[in-house]
Structures are given as structure tokens and as C-alpha cells.
């Protein structure tokens, strides 16, 4: 099994920032990609910001310039730094890593954080 805990979300006010932190531990063997989603209340789940194990990253058009995904291979750990929120940032914010867990075994398996609640207030 393989757990994904977020951390470092909260309240903050507009034009403000946040780190959000997401820790990958269990049978895992490596971790191709990883990634932060969100899902505002009545919307659907979408995808922030994406980085893969050679440090390639791509962005959401409405966070490009504002937040920074970045990873650390050796604490299977991804972050995700969010300046200049803004009010429509607010929602719940998920990890989610691509993980193989076996040497033996070349298949990759999707696994999902519990989410961290991000508010911005104007």
C-alpha cells in the first residue's frame, strides 16, 4: 500500500501565500509523476500543477506565474507553492503520484492524498 499525506494548507488573505506539502510513503519502488489537483465546492476536480521525475513541469493557465510545483526524489515528497492568491484559489487541494511499487512489477498505479482545505479571503 501506498499513502499520500498533504500538508500546509489554511486560511489566508488575498495576495498572500501558502506551501502545500505532500509526502509519499509505503511499498513504493519509484514515482514517475506527481501532481497537485483541486476541486472547488460545486465544480469539478482539475489539475494545478504536474511534475515528473525529471523535473519537468506544466501549469494550469490560471496559476502560471503564481505557483511553483517542485519535488524531492529522495523524500518522495512533492510541494507546491502558492504567492499571490487570490479568492478563487479557494479549494480543496489533492496530491496524487504515479507510482510503481515493485521492481518485479512495471505497472504504475494512481494513488490520491485525502486533500488540504485552502481558503484565500478578499
Known amino acids: 500500500q501506498v499513502q499520500l499525506v498533504e500538508s500546509g494548507g489554511g486560511l489566508v488573505q488575498a495576495g498572500g501565500s501558502l506551501r502545500l506539502s505532500c509526502a509519499a510513503s509505503?511499498?513504493?519502488?519509484?514515482?514517475?509523476?506527481m501532481a497537485w489537483y483541486r476541486q472547488a465546492p460545486g465544480k469539478e476536480r482539475e489539475l494545478v500543477a504536474g511534475?515528473?521525475?525529471?523535473?519537468?513541469?506544466n501549469y494550469a493557465d490560471s496559476v502560471k506565474g503564481r505557483f511553483t510545483i517542485s519535488r524531492d526524489n529522495a523524500k518522495n515528497t512533492v510541494y507546491l507553492q502558492m504567492n499571490s492568491l487570490k479568492p478563487e484559489d479557494t479549494a480543496v487541494y489533492y496530491c496524487?503520484?504515479?507510482?510503481?511499487?515493485?521492481?518485479?512489477?512495471?505497472?504504475?498505479?494512481?494513488?490520491w492524498g485525502q486533500g488540504t482545505q485552502v481558503t484565500v479571503s478578499s
Open positions: 496524487w503520484g504515479e507510482v510503481r511499487t515493485s521492481v518485479t512489477n512495471m505497472r504504475k498505479y494512481n494513488y
Open positions: 509505503g511499498s513504493i519502488f519509484s514515482i514517475n509523476a
Open positions: 511534475i515528473i521525475s525529471g523535473g519537468s513541469t
